[in-house]
């Protein structure tokens, strides 16, 4: 039989085929660390082939019980606040939070749209243009209350971080809209009100302080070995304040802190674990992070005459993913929370 498959679709087709071979062929190996448990915190070696390698290593540190600090470091960081949803953020950010396809969290916008909630969906632009920053604060400070995003904590209103009309191109970035204010939001089908919820979020994370943190790198020196321990602490939250509580956005910031160390100092061990692991293959395809592949696709090689890269249009993208599915080409599975995308037979 005759498959026929547009220009768009055969390059979205072949990177999932082609991620789908990298699995089939991808031989685990076995791996092997020392993890050292001094007091409050975790270090690990680096990874050993062989067992009886790591297994001596592991009886040496065992037998001197005790590890000495090499190396303290600290760095300030910041995280500047994420910038405005274009549509395939959007749909990126629906996917891994909410599960929802690209097409379903365009359908979504569109009504919210057509509601006058929210504005254009199908844009590819994170940024506003001059004329809309006098309105910026006020419209904040609304969606703040209407939709209680961090109600109790004062929250910055940075206009400016996005503000760039250059980047603009025929659509500003989804945002909500005045007409919010007087809307009963508790009426929307819940797709719809998820989706709203994400666009008002962002908009009030998008003008927020950035977040300051700071990382501190231990080296230990422990029989001869070295170890590395990693922790960080947030000093001052900033625009993740206004994320919701079970947001993942989060998870970046569990790491655990290490306690204040100097050079010098010897630490005794509470425990020595030799730890086996493998390799894992290359993860399949969700809606998340094939729209991110097909949106960076050829990035690298654009000539300077051709403005327009990537795969498809933040307009046509769902419709492409769709098509392919419904042609037969490609077929969503899940597995616990998380669909993917993998190709058919015929695919």
């Known amino acids: 039989p005759t498959l026929n498959v547009g220009r768009v679709m055969t390059p979205t087709l072949a990177m999932i085929c082609g991620r789908e071979a990298a699995i089939r062929n991808f031989q685990p190996e076995m791996f092997y660390t020392v993890q050292l448990a001094p007091e409050g915190f975790l270090a690990n070696g680096g990874r050993m082939k062989?067992?009886?390698?790591?297994?001596?290593?592991?009886?040496?540190?065992?037998?001197?019980?005790?590890?000495?600090?090499?190396?303290?470091?600290?760095?300030?960081?910041?995280?500047?606040?994420?910038?405005?949803?274009?549509?395939?953020?959007?749909?990126?950010?629906?996917?891994?939070?909410?599960?929802?396809?690209?097409?379903?969290?365009?359908?979504?916008?569109?009504?919210?749209?057509?509601?006058?909630?929210?504005?254009?969906?199908?844009?590819?632009?994170?940024?506003?243009?001059?004329?809309?920053?006098?309105?910026?604060?006020?419209?904040?400070?609304?969606?703040?209350?209407?939709?209680?995003?961090?109600?109790?904590?004062?929250?910055?209103?940075?206009?400016?971080?996005?503000?760039?009309?250059?980047?603009?191109?025929?659509?500003?970035?989804?945002?909500?809209?005045?007409?919010?204010?007087?809307?009963?939001?508790?009426?929307?089908?819940?797709?719809?009100?998820?989706?709203?919820?994400?666009?008002?979020?962002?908009?009030?994370?998008?003008?927020?302080?950035?977040?300051?943190?700071?990382?501190?790198?231990?080296?230990?020196?422990?029989?001869?070995?070295?170890?590395?321990?990693?922790?960080?602490?947030?000093?001052?939250?900033?625009?993740?304040?206004?994320?919701?509580?079970?947001?993942?956005?989060?998870?970046?910031?569990?790491?655990?802190p290490v306690p204040v160390l100097s050079e010098g100092t010897v630490l005794p061990l509470a425990k020595v674990e030799l730890k086996e692991g493998k390799t894992t293959p290359p993860k399949r395809f969700t809606e998340d992070t094939l729209l991110q592949s097909m949106e960076a696709a050829g990035a690298e090689d654009v000539r300077s005459d051709v403005e327009r890269k990537g795969i498809g249009t933040p307009a046509t993208r769902a419709a492409i993913l769709e098509k392919l599915v419904a042609s037969g080409l490609v077929e969503r599975k899940k597995a616990k929370k998380i669909t993917s995308l993998l190709p058919t037979q015929a695919g």
Not at 177 to 193: C, R
């Open 50 to 256: 062989e067992k009886t390698e790591a297994e001596k290593a592991a009886d040496e540190c065992r037998l001197a019980g005790k590890a000495t600090v090499k190396s303290v470091e600290r760095r300030d960081r910041t995280e500047k606040p994420p910038a405005l949803y274009d549509l395939t953020s959007l749909q990126r950010d629906a996917n891994r939070l909410l599960g929802f396809t690209a097409q379903q969290t365009l359908d979504y916008t569109q009504s919210l749209y057509e509601k006058k909630l929210v504005t254009y969906p199908r844009t590819d632009s994170r940024f506003l243009t001059e004329d809309m920053a006098g309105m910026l604060p006020g419209l904040v400070t609304m969606v703040r209350g209407k939709c209680g995003i961090s109600p109790d904590t004062p929250a910055a209103i940075n206009a400016a971080q996005v503000i760039n009309g250059k980047k603009v191109t025929d659509h500003h970035a989804i945002i909500p809209t005045k007409t919010l204010e007087a809307a009963d939001i508790s009426e929307l089908p819940s797709g719809e009100k998820a989706v709203l919820d994400l666009i008002a979020v962002r908009l009030v994370c998008a003008v927020g302080d950035p977040c300051r943190y700071s990382e501190i790198s231990v080296m230990l020196e422990c029989a001869g070995h070295e170890f590395k321990a990693k922790g960080k602490t947030v000093t001052d939250p900033g625009w993740k304040a206004c994320l919701p509580a079970s947001g993942d956005e989060k998870d970046g910031d569990d790491v655990p």
